[in-house]
C-alpha cells in the first residue's frame, strides 16, 4: 500500500469515515488487501468471524505450503546457513533473558517458532552453548520444511513437532509473534497454551504480542496464498490467564518494529507491540532460576526484587498499566 493510502485509511478520519461506504471497503478488501502480503482488514467479534471472512476470499489458516516457504526459507536459497535477513529489535530483548536463563543447561519449546529462524539466530549469537534440547511446535506444513531445512544444515539440537501435547517438558516457553494467530490460545473454549502443556515451564517467554484496554476484537491479516484471523488481546484478560497459572511479570519491553494499521480503523492504530518475561511463582520461590545465574555471587533473585526491576523497567518504558 502506498504512504499516503495508507496515512489516509489506517491513521486519518477519513478512513474512519469511509467506513461508512461498505462498497469502499469491499472494493479496498479486493484489489488491495487480498493481493498484498501482510496487510490487515475488518474488526471482528471473535476469531471465528475473522475466519469466515478470510474465507471469502480463498484459503484460511497457517497450514499452507507456499506460506510456509516464506516463513522457513524467507528469500534465502533452501538450506542457506545465512541468517534471517532482518534482526527485530525486540528479538534482543528475548536473547537478553535467555543469556541469563541458559548458561547450564536447559529446553526450549518454541511455540509458533516456525522453521526455527530464532534458534538459527541464537545459535548465531553463540546463546545456544548449554541448550539441551529446543523444540519448534508449528502447523504441519511448517514443521515439514522446518525439519528438511534442518536436517540439512545438520542442525543437532532442534527438534519439531505439530503437537503442543507431545512436547517435552520445557524450562522456557517461547511464543513469539503467534499467540496472536491462535484460535484459543488462553483456554476460554477448551485448553489454552498452559493447559496444553505436559508441565508447566519455570519461565514464558512472550514477544511481539498486542495489548488493548478495550474488549479483544480480531482482524484478519493476509499471506497470498491464505489469510488467518490476527487478534488484539484484551490486556487484563492476557494476564489474568499467565497469573491463574502462577506466572508473575517480571519483565516487559515495547516492540518498536512492529505496528498494527488497519484500514478504515484509525482508532485501531498501535505503534508497537509488546514483549513479556514471565517467571512461575515454584521457580522464583525454590530458586531454580537464581541457580542458573551466571554469577555465584549474585544475591537471590527475591519476588520482592524482581517487582521492584518490574515497576523500574515499567516506569522506563512507560508501559505500566
Ligand atoms: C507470525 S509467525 C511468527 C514466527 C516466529 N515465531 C517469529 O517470531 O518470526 C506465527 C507462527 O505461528 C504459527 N502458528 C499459527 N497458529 C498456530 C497454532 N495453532 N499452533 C502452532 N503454531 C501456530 C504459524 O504457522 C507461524 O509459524
Not at 524450562?171 to 499467540?179: F, K, P, R, T, V
Request: some cysteine; charged content about 20%; aromatic content about 10%.
Amino acid at each position: 500500500m502506498n504512504r499516503l493510502l495508507k496515512a489516509l485509511l489506517c491513521h486519518s478520519v477519513f478512513g474512519a469515515w469511509l467506513r461508512r461506504l461498505p462498497f469502499a471497503q469491499r472494493l479496498y478488501a479486493r484489489i488491495v488487501w487480498s493481493r498484498r502480503m501482510n496487510l490487515m482488514f475488518g474488526v471482528f467479534d471473535s476469531f471465528g468471524e475473522a475466519e469466515a471472512f478470510a474465507a471469502g476470499f480463498g484459503k484460511v489458516g497457517w497450514n499452507d505450503a507456499a506460506l510456509a516457504k516464506v516463513l522457513v526459507e524467507g528469500t534465502r536459497p533452501a538450506a542457506s546457513p545465512a541468517p534471517p535477513k532482518v534482526l527485530q529489535t525486540s528479538q534482543f530483548a528475548v536473547m537478553l533473558w535467555l543469556m541469563k536463563l541458559l548458561h547450564s543447561r536447559g529446553t526450549v519449546t518454541d511455540l509458533g517458532g516456525a522453521g526455527g529462524g530464532f534458534y538459527e539466530l541464537c545459535v548465531q549469537y553463540g546463546l545456544l552453548d548449554r541448550l539441551t534440547r529446543w523444540h519448534v511446535v508449528d502447523m504441519p506444513e511448517v514443521v515439514k520444511r522446518g525439519n528438511e531445512r534442518h536436517r540439512a544444515l545438520g542442525s543437532s539440537k532442534i527438534s519439531f513437532g505439530t503437537d503442543l501435547k507431545a512436547a517435552p517438558r520445557a524450562d522456557i516457553l517461547l511464543a513469539l509473534g503467534s499467540l496472536q494467530c491462535m484460535a484459543d490460545p488462553l483456554g476460554e473454549r477448551g485448553p489454552g497454551i498452559l493447559e496444553g502443556v505436559r508441565a508447566s515451564s519455570d519461565v514464558v517467554l512472550i514477544n511481539k504480542v498486542p495489548l488493548i484496554d478495550g474488549d479483544d476484537v480480531w482482524t484478519a491479516q493476509n499471506y497470498l496464498s491464505s489469510a488467518s484471523p490476527y487478534r488484539l488481546f484484551n490486556r487484563r484478560k492476557f494476564f489474568a490467564y499467565f497469573e491463574r497459572h502462577g506466572y508473575r511479570v517480571v519483565d516487559r519491553w515495547a516492540v518498536p518494529e512492529l505496528a498494527i494499521e488497519i484500514p478504515f480503523h484509525p482508532e485501531r492504530v498501535m505503534t508497537e507491540l509488546e514483549g513479556f518475561c514471565f517467571m512461575h511463582d515454584s521457580a522464583i520461590a525454590d530458586g531454580s532460576l537464581t541457580s542458573r545465574r551466571p554469577s555465584r555471587s549474585a544475591k537471590p533473585a527475591t519476588a520482592r526484587r524482581l517487582h521492584c526491576q518490574q515497576k523500574a523497567r515499567q516506569s522506563l518504558l512507560h508501559l505500566g498499566p
